[in-house]
């Protein structure tokens, strides 16, 4: 049946971004819907927490908050957090898509794990929490189903901050608690409070889990369950599985220590120890202990037809009467015949080749591990790591470092490990290399176009394209509006690493010309022709050229914008009148020519008013559209009161 038919979300686009197109899972808190992100075109997780505790505002508060967190790790075994919104009454998460099965499916189809796989599995998770525990998030919920696997085998941890959020809340917990009571520690439980200790108290568990098949503790009511996490001890696993070895028996202990002060400090030291026990083991014991398993298995059990007992026999191919008797028959018994003791005797022998050869399988096993200490394995918790800091680690363990050429990596940042060579894990003879590999950043991406827009506009479409935001760069525009973006270095189209600062460039405006001096008639026709709203002003000065520009406001260089208001000042011409009537050089308004403002390029309505104030009449002519096209004088001078023709289109 698919419940993805009966969701109402399912079809509808959150933010005017993300397309839910199916449901994947639904839990206690929230449900994880399979998204395409239309802007960026890649397929994401979306997970939606419920209504009932999205109306509680702690707790969308706290939700928030942790998720903000949660996607500041940047690490190889971290489900990635993208993005974090709300869309009316919904409250999201956008998540990294893992395609894959949790590790909860893995246990139970396969029932339970050998040692090593199991510590195998363990070391990315301890990875992944460490680097929670690093940033100074706790995980709160580290359970099987939090663990996915990918379809190539990558181990990543989800879920990261979700928990924290969930605990902090004022609503119940009884639903939670059901869920994840098998991994709560003790101080969990008694107090509600948890550090990176109660983490590896989970881990510690869920260890003993995935080599047992079976939790620790187990009750008929969750209560019972989180009594038995305070009360009593996590057995070892060799007491359900034999032939797991001590020192696995000794990580289960330290980790599930009842006394947070006694386990592994955080996930990165529990990492180490881990790694050291993983390190230790060949790569074939999961199959050894197998096999001494079902030989064992085979000596201590007769196969069906191989000895037959009287109705009503209780004895079996080894422990047989005689043997319990002290090799003679009990009372009430008839002697066995030749053919019994024959049968006993030989069993008897492969039991002695038997209990020889996981004898001597545990020897080797004892001499590899304690000759192996010149062997050092790559940890890796340095995946992820500063590259210095990794550095650092394998030079102390007695390894050659070398630097590869950074790669680009979209989960790993700059100036980090995204591989090492030999793997993580891997042994390699001390003083033999490893080579790490940095990140280069992000892989490059292409620059949007964010021209026209405002300042706070553009930056917010560069970070929800997952851009890094530079500087501000301010800069003269003839034909950007001032506070508007002329464009980003680098330019929009380009493509560059979201790891690197885009630089956005703002228009400070046309630069205010500097006009002192000039002519008056012409710089305030050169004034109209950018677009201004000029205002002349006439005073007279002694020592200065007549009609010349005194004073301007704003001042030259100053960033100005079309339509704005500008003033300059100029000087007044003297009256000079001869003996006869006629006034020569009188500020009358009648000089005979006049500049003629350039106008194309501009709105018919702002040339039509640009030339009108300049003292001429104005015919407009063309076949439509409102930009000015051409114009008839184009420039120089002309006789006051004289017609341009402008010539307008689209």
Request: aromatic content about 4%; hydrophobic content about 40%.
């Amino acid at each position: 049946m698919d419940t993805s038919v009966a969701d109402p979300l399912v079809g509808q686009v959150l933010d005017g971004r993300y397309r839910i197109e199916s449901r994947i899972a639904r839990g206690g808190m929230a449900t994880v819907y399979l998204a395409r992100d239309m802007r960026l075109d890649r397929v994401v997780a979306i997970k939606v927490m419920h209504a009932g505790l999205a109306s509680d505002e702690d707790f969308v508060a706290r939700f928030i908050g942790e998720a903000k967190a949660a996607a500041a790790l940047s690490h190889p075994n971290v489900v990635a957090v993208y993005d974090q919104r709300t869309d009316g009454e919904h409250v999201f998460l956008v998540m990294e898509y893992v395609a894959g099965r949790t590790l909860r499916d893995a246990l139970n189809a396969l029932g339970r794990l050998g040692p090593r796989a199991a510590l195998e599995i363990m070391m990315p998770v301890l990875a992944a929490l460490g680097a929670a525990h690093r940033a100074g998030l706790v995980h709160r919920d580290v359970k099987p189903e939090n663990v996915l696997i990918t379809e190539d085998g990558q181990v990543k941890v989800a879920d990261f901050g979700l928990a924290r959020a969930e605990t902090a809340s004022k609503m119940t917990k009884t639903g939670v608690i059901i869920g994840t009571v098998g991994y709560l520690s003790p101080e969990q439980v008694l107090s509600g409070t948890a550090d990176a200790r109660s983490d590896v108290y989970a881990a510690g568990v869920m260890l003993y889990e995935l080599i047992t098949g079976e939790l620790p503790h187990r009750g008929d009511t969750p209560l019972a369950v989180a009594y038995k996490h305070v009360n009593e001890t996590v057995p070892p696993p060799s007491g359900v599985v034999p032939g797991v070895p001590p020192q696995v028996d000794a990580l289960v202990a330290d980790a599930t220590a009842h006394d947070p002060a006694r386990r592994p400090v955080d996930a990165n030291q529990f990492h180490a120890e881990v790694a050291e026990v993983f390190g230790g083991l060949p790569r074939d014991f999961d199959r050894r202990i197998e096999e001494a398993s079902r030989n064992a298995t085979s000596v201590l059990e007769a196969p069906p037809g191989a000895f037959e007992a009287p109705p009503g026999d209780g004895r079996t191919a080894v422990l047989d009467a005689d043997t319990l008797h002290g090799g003679h028959p009990p009372a009430g018994h008839p002697p066995r015949s030749r053919a019994d003791r024959a049968i006993g005797a030989l069993t008897g022998r492969y039991a002695l080749i038997a209990i020889g050869a996981i004898a001597a399988l545990i020897l080797g096993w004892a001499v590899w591990y304690q000759t192996s200490g010149q062997y050092e394995h790559v940890p890796s918790s340095i995946i992820g790591m500063r590259v210095d800091d990794a550095r650092g680690q394998l030079e102390a363990a007695g390894l050659d470092v070398r630097i590869a050429d950074p790669v680009y990596d979209d989960r790993i940042r700059k100036g980090n490990v995204v591989k090492s060579d030999p793997p993580a894990g891997a042994r390699v003879a001390q003083g033999e290399p490893v080579t790490l590999t940095p990140s280069k950043g992000l892989t490059p991406r292409e620059v949007p176009d964010v021209k026209g827009k405002t300042l706070p506009e553009a930056q917010q479409t560069l970070e929800d394209d997952g851009f890094k935001v530079g500087d501000t760069k301010k800069t003269p525009s003839q034909t950007v509006a001032k506070d508007r973006v002329i464009g980003t270095d680098p330019e929009a189209g380009q493509k560059q690493s979201p790891d690197e600062p885009v630089t956005v460039i703002v228009s400070t405006g046309m630069a205010m010309p500097d006009l002192i001096g000039e002519n008056g008639d012409a710089a305030a026709n050169r004034l109209r022709s950018m677009g201004l709203k000029v205002t002349v002003r006439k005073k007279k000065v002694d020592g200065k050229e007549p009609n010349s520009v005194i004073e301007q406001a704003p001042a030259g260089g100053t960033g100005v914008s079309r339509g704005d208001e500008v003033t300059i000042v100029v000087n007044k011409r003297d009256c000079l009148v001869d003996a006869g009537p006629i006034q020569i050089g009188c500020d009358d308004g009648s000089e005979t020519n006049v500049p003629v403002p350039n106008v194309v390029g501009r709105t018919v309505r702002d040339a039509e008013r640009a030339l009108r104030e300049s003292g001429f009449e104005v015919n407009v002519t063309g076949f439509g559209g409102n930009i000015v096209r051409f114009q008839s004088p184009g420039g120089g001078d002309a006789p006051r009161g004289s017609t341009v023709t402008i010539v307008r289109g689209p």
